[in-house]
Antibody
Framework: QVQLQESGPGLVKPSETLSLTCSVS????????WSWVRQAPGKGLEWIGH???????NYNPSLGGRVTLSVDTSRNQFSLRLRSVTAADTAVYYC??????????????????????WGQGTTVTVSS | DIVMSQSPLSLPVIPGEPASISCRSS???????????LDWYLQKPGQSPQLLIY???TRASGVPDRFSGSGSGTDFTLKISRVEAEDVGVYYC?????????FGQGTKVEIK
């Protein structure tokens, strides 16, 4: 079955860029959207954005345009970059499997089965 | 953004007894395709969230049938028919009808 694993630095300095990668194993990235969700210490869940296997993206405007998602299907990985970080970006970051894209003769349809596969999460602390 | 509001925020439960969590949205989650784009997730202590219910009422694979989701439009409910000790954690609803996806504040379920 599909498994996700986040990786990246656990400590980032204020004003710098947070970069995380999610590795997908046990299945192909193709035909899915892939999300990032974060959770600040003691807080609830916040959706950051998602990217399709072909590179289509949607972002949460609350992050003020600081986010860039990218995908590398040849390596079965997708990535998150968050610029100009502050202490408020300290959180556990999760990568998650999202919408399934089903190719059809006349185009694609989108099948939603929930955010059904989650990584274990990686803790990122923003501090000097 | 669609605002999701859960109640209660804390829910002491007795094993074997039923439990219920409410989730309300600031806009309708009913899509033109007839589905309500509302999910329920459980985050057990020290773990990643796990999917329980999607599209308002469909149980995810492997989820026990004591969990059920209902509701339409702006009012939704997650019910646990008979709570078990392993059900403790924080429950979140999330809407996926509109970008950005938004979560409720979470409901902490603990054994009384």
């Amino acid at each position: 079955q599909v498994q996700l694993q986040e990786s990246g630095p656990g400590l980032v300095k204020p004003s710098e860029t947070l970069s995380l990668t999610c590795s997908v194993s046990g299945g192909s990235m193709s035909n899915y959207y892939w999300s990032w969700v974060r959770q600040a210490p003691g807080k609830g869940l916040e959706w950051i954005g998602h990217i399709s296997y072909s590179g289509s993206v949607n972002y949460n405007p609350s992050l003020g345009g600081r986010v860039t998602l990218s995908v590398d299907t040849s390596r079965n990985q997708f990535s998150l970059r968050l610029r100009s970080v502050t202490a408020a970006d300290t959180a556990v970051y999760y990568c998650v499997r999202d919408i399934e894209v089903v190719p059809e003769p006349s185009g694609s349809s989108y099948q939603y089965y929930g955010l059904d596969v989650w990584g274990q999460g990686t803790t990122v602390t923003v501090s000097s | 953004d669609i605002v999701m509001s859960q109640s209660p925020l804390s829910l002491p439960v007795i094993p074997g007894e039923p439990a219920s969590i409410s989730c309300r949205s600031s806009q309708s989650l009913l899509h033109s395709n007839g589905f309500n784009y509302l999910d329920w997730y459980l985050q057990k202590p020290g773990q990643s969230p796990q999917l329980l219910i999607y599209l308002g009422s469909t149980r995810a694979s492997g989820v026990p049938d004591r969990f059920s989701g209902s509701g339409s439009g702006t009012d939704f409910t997650l019910k646990i028919s008979r709570v078990e000790a392993e059900d403790v954690g924080v429950y979140y609803c999330m809407q996926t009808v509109q970008i950005p996806r938004t979560f409720g504040q979470g409901t902490k379920v603990e054994i009384k």
